[in-house]
């Protein structure tokens, strides 16, 4: 991974395989710092393909070219149209009458000329998915830009059939939604806001405990009458482990419990201190005095995986992911004694230069010791199934293990399910929000569209015409969902789809777009948490939702 506070080395910008050095540092390097050099690379790597190259559509590649994704391909049967002017920026006057699979990706292909043209492709993108099944083979991620239901039922069916990973994107007028797919999407870089430290406060390993014996506060308490700084920069890890290990040896060997053994404990603190407990390391001893009584716990996501059939049956089959998961759950059930191998990272702490680099360089030890005894185990399930067992890299064996805490693996609901009332997840519609009643009337419109070839109010003198109708089919999916129609009170949402009438206005379709792009660079990179599965928004008041139907 590029180091964030330096540019990118020749060396690594060889690995992206783009010759301008000078220019692929201007144009990458800040975007590497947020998602590193590999992240890149997979960017890089990735084909993206669009089907339907409406204004939403453009604005979502616009989106991924700027970056850098490897190649984009544009599948689109409609001629350019004075309607597309009004709200796509990636056509021109001259335009009218070609192409738009050919004029928008020629004109987003000249937004970075690093990225490959894939095929611009006039064809109409619901003859292409309903008579040819094998197409997304060539694609890694499938963007379906307002795409009619059934079209979206066999895209989703294909993708599922051959791993690739959907999005599909709907507005009309000040309204969105973004739908996400794949069969299994491994995250082992979640980028949480707020990192969980792992100190081992509580379980010190031998060689932390030999540091933390090493400071004799007493002695450094009478320095400081000498003016000496040693004693205010104790880092806070050593005063809690010392303050905890007393607290265990007159309480029965327990932690604090109870709310005023816990302000026993700060009073501890604050004691030890005497009158330099306002100092900065006493000061973060304050703020992480919980580390000292919260017990250590692996998170939830990663139980997930560690009891993932996957991870329980390892075969020739299983993914690099899988059998990692599988060593790292041995070594937490053997050699980590409930824990999980130790990241190794350590937060600003306030101390003395050369004792915080010690502490680095423990805690350093530690986290390649445990990568080591993953290794061994990775080895032998390796074996067990017919491979080398150098068929993975020590560096990847090692950043897999920094990030155990904060994997997740999701497997979305297919989107033919969405479009089955039997099978679609209805208690995730929060049809009392006024952004689950859009969802609804998201899916009252796809079924209007299936019966009369266009959007409810599109191509309409009288967009309100269509109301009865669209009614009508709203009302049939409220009850097979088994809602209370007057309860849920669909009807102004369903004028307001009318007066919409399909338009495509470029403000939403922007937006919209960017949340779009965002999720495929997610679903790319491997990194932060994809939307699960369902984003709404809504334009009209400046909110949003998400739905797991």
């Known amino acids: 991974?590029?180091?964030?506070?330096?540019?990118?080395?020749?060396?690594?910008?060889?690995?992206?395989?783009?010759?301008?050095?000078?220019?692929?540092?201007?144009?990458?390097?800040?975007?590497?710092?947020?998602?590193?050099?590999?992240?890149?690379?997979?960017?890089?790597?990735?084909?993206?393909?669009?089907?339907?190259?409406?204004?939403?559509?453009?604005?979502?590649?616009?989106?991924?070219?700027?970056?850098?994704?490897?190649?984009?391909?544009?599948?689109?049967?409609?001629?350019?149209?004075?309607?597309?002017?009004?709200?796509?920026?990636?056509?021109?006057?001259?335009?009218?009458?070609?192409?738009?699979?050919?004029?928008?990706?020629?004109?987003?292909?000249?937004?970075?000329?690093?990225?490959?043209?894939?095929?611009?492709?006039?064809?109409?993108?619901?003859?292409?998915?309903?008579?040819?099944?094998?197409?997304?083979?060539?694609?890694?991620?499938?963007?379906?830009?307002?795409?009619?239901?059934?079209?979206?039922?066999?895209?989703?069916?294909?993708?599922?059939?051959?791993?690739?990973?959907?999005?599909?994107?709907?507005?009309?007028?000040?309204?969105?939604?973004?739908?996400?797919?794949?069969?299994?999407?491994?995250?082992?870089?979640?980028?949480?806001?707020?990192?969980?430290?792992?100190?081992?406060?509580?379980?010190?390993?031998?060689?932390?405990?030999?540091?933390?014996?090493?400071?004799?506060?007493?002695?450094?308490?009478?320095?400081?009458?000498?003016?000496?700084?040693?004693?205010?920069?104790?880092?806070?890890?050593?005063?809690?482990?010392k303050l905890i290990t007393q607290w265990k040896a007159t309480h029965d060997g327990k932690c604090p419990e109870t709310e005023e053994d816990k302000q026993a404990f700060l009073q501890s603190i604050i004691s030890l201190g005497k009158s330099y407990s306002i100092s900065d390391n006493f000061r973060e001893a304050k703020n992480y005095k919980y580390l000292t009584w919260v017990p250590y716990e692996i998170p939830y996501e990663t139980q997930e995986i560690f009891d993932d059939e996957k991870c329980n049956n390892i075969n020739e089959k299983s993914s690099k992911f899988w059998l990692l998961a599988r060593a790292v759950r041995d070594f937490y059930q053997n050699e980590g004694n409930g824990h999980l191998p130790l990241a190794g990272n350590l937060p600003d702490i306030t101390a003395k230069p050369d004792a915080y680099t010690t502490m680095q360089r423990?805690?350093?030890?530690?986290?390649?010791?445990?990568?080591?005894?993953?290794?061994?185990?990775?080895?032998?399930?390796?074996?067990?199934?017919?491979?080398?067992?150098?068929?993975?890299?020590?560096?990847?064996?090692?950043?897999?293990?920094?990030?155990?805490?904060?994997?997740?693996?999701?497997?979305?609901?297919?989107?033919?399910?969405?479009?089955?009332?039997?099978?679609?997840?209805?208690?995730?519609?929060?049809?009392?929000?006024?952004?689950?009643?859009w969802y609804l009337a998201f899916r009252a419109a796809g079924r209007f569209q299936a019966e009369h070839g266009r959007l409810p109010g599109d191509r309409n003198d009288d967009p309100q015409a269509d109301f009865e109708n669209l009614k009508k089919v709203a009302v049939q999916l409220q009850e097979e969902l088994e809602l209370d129609v007057e309860e849920v009170g669909l009807d102004d949402y369903l004028k307001e789809f009318c007066r919409f009438g399909g338009c495509q206005i470029h403000n939403t379709c922007a937006f919209v777009g960017g949340v779009a792009s965002q999720e495929v660079i997610k679903l790319v990179t491997k990194q932060w948490h994809p939307v699960d599965n369902t984003y709404i928004y809504n334009g009209i008041t400046g909110t949003s939702a998400f739905f797991a139907v």
């Open 1 to 241: 991974m590029a180091d964030p506070e330096k540019p990118l080395t020749a060396d690594e910008i060889a690995k992206l395989e783009i010759k301008n050095d000078e220019t692929v540092s201007k144009k990458y390097d800040r975007q590497i710092r947020l998602w590193g050099l590999h992240g890149q690379e997979r960017l890089h790597n990735a084909h993206i393909c669009l089907l339907g190259a409406g204004p939403v559509g453009t604005e979502t590649i616009k989106n991924l070219v700027l970056p850098g994704i490897g190649k984009f391909s544009v599948i689109d049967g409609e001629k350019v149209t004075n309607r597309d002017l009004g709200n796509n920026f990636f056509v021109e006057v001259s335009s009218v009458g070609k192409s738009r699979a050919e004029e928008t990706g020629r004109l987003l292909h000249e937004l970075n000329g690093f990225v490959e043209k894939g095929g611009f492709i006039d064809q109409d993108p619901n003859h292409l998915v309903n008579n040819n099944d094998e197409f997304v083979r060539d694609y890694d991620v499938i963007i379906a830009n307002n795409l009619p239901d059934a079209t979206l039922v066999k895209l989703g069916e294909q993708c599922s059939k051959w791993n690739k990973k959907l999005v599909v994107i709907k507005t009309n007028g000040l309204l969105g939604l973004v739908r996400l797919f794949a069969n299994e999407h491994r995250v082992l870089e979640s980028k949480p806001d707020g990192e969980k430290w792992d100190l081992r406060i509580q379980t010190p390993w031998p060689e932390l405990q030999a540091y933390i014996d090493s400071f004799d506060l007493d002695s450094m308490l009478a320095d400081l009458q000498k003016f000496s700084p040693e004693f205010t920069h104790v880092p806070f890890t050593v005063l809690l482990s």
């Open 362 to 437: 423990i805690f350093r030890e530690k986290a390649e010791k445990d990568w080591q005894s993953v290794k061994s185990h990775l080895q032998t399930l390796l074996k067990s199934v017919n491979k080398s067992p150098d068929d993975i890299r020590d560096e990847d064996i090692a950043f897999f293990c920094k990030h155990t805490s904060v994997m997740k693996v999701f497997r979305f609901s297919p989107v033919q399910n969405e479009y089955d009332s039997t099978k679609i997840n209805k208690e995730a519609i929060e049809w009392w929000d006024e952004n689950g009643k």
